[in-house]
């Protein structure tokens, strides 16, 4: 089990709210007369999304810091391991050389730990990892091998454990799409021409969300360094976050009625013709609920890798081919299920005029390791030491939204999830979920919504009966939209 998690837990929490607290500032910016500069801006002045600067001049490359990258990496290593060996004093943490040579030669494994240390944790941790990289000059792709290098030589050398795949798996994928949905993030909030209390807000802000670039910063001394332009930041064509806060009801739950605030962005567009790079355009949510099983309850993020548009030259409606890469995480009171995952499929768009846009899609699922509660948690817990199952998976997904201004009046949501089991206690298991919601325009960013949600879970088992859940939710809430 890999301890970076938990010291950047509470950094992590406080991420969130820097983030909300720096959209406000950016909806207040706007809101002042154009001929008197905003104190503070969350975006720049421009946005291109491609990689030309503003005047139409190649950016440069950044420069590519190997020896740095590895220097944070082996310190994201070499910490943990430390505070697990001499503080905590934590026997997987005794290791030796004879330890490290029956790791190289044991082969993998599915490992026991919490739900939450898998599929959350190792996901942190890999970002972390990938960030050591990315922020050191390499690409999304090339700062790939640099989490799995980190994952790998933390399951060889710095536990006596054996090997674990989930590790591997979760660290790797889950770490490439959550390092690099904070990169993109705290990217938005740098600028190298702040000066005094805003430059500071934006560093902290930054820091909060992306532990390792404000580490490289540091290291390089653009912490502090003031240029006349913004410097090397990713920057969206566009950004909408949603705010929600409202109340849910399962209908069979042990915690039926429960407080919900719910954080959603999307982070520039699919249809965006200049979109080309992996992650030019994501979504990602969380929900935090109480009272409940957990306080984090949901995160979901999706990424798009590549998109092919079938349809260049058209002016109207726009159809594309679009290849994502996601992370689910769900824990709450109906449902334990978790993955990495890619999508590919068919992205449309319709505008309708004034404002309003049909936007549909369907998508293939394949997904390496998906995680997934059982029905037997004394039998689970005996056989392999966990009360949820590893095994691959596979979907298909279906959307129909009708969006007016950055607003989704409408959408309707169905998926079809197939899992076969290769550790655990379950053979087959098959997720339906349909979800309708609607929100209404109020005033402004003000809005009212609802949605209903249903589920349902068949699990088969070779020692047990087949297993039927049904879980329905209602939703109602009031939303505040940031553009």
Known sequence: MIRPVEMMQTARRLAAVALVAAALAAQSARAQDAASPPRFRLFPETAPADPKRPDGALAPKPEKRFWLASAEIFSLEILPYTQNRYLNHEDYALISWTSIRDNLQSGLSF???????????????????????RTNGYSFWESAPFVFAGSYVWEMVFETQRPSLNDLVNTTLGGMVSGETAYRLSQMLLDDRARGGERVLRETAAALLNPTQFVTRLATGELWAARTERGDALLPSQFVADLDGGWRHFVSSANPDQALVTLAMRYGDPFERAVSRPFDS????????????????RVEIRGLLGGWDLDPGSAGGRHVLGFFMDFDYTNNDARVFSSQSFRFGLLSMRPLGKGVDLRAEILGVAAPLVALQNDHPDASNTLVGRAYDYGPGAAVFTAIRLRRRELDLLTLTYSLFWTHTSDGV?????????????????????SLGGSWTWGKRISTYDAFDTYRVDAMQGHAFVSWIFR
């Open 111 to 133: 490992d026991d730990d919490k739900f939450t240390t898998n599929q959350m944790g190792h996901t942190v941790s890999g970002g972390l990892f990938f960030n050591a990289a």
């Open 282 to 297: 994501f979504e990602a949510s969380l929900d935090v609920s109480a009272p409940s099983s957990a306080w984090l309850t």
């Open 426 to 446: 379950a053979r087959n298991s098959s997720i339906q979920s349909f979800r309708a919601e609607t929100r209404i325009p109020v005033t402004g960013p003000l």
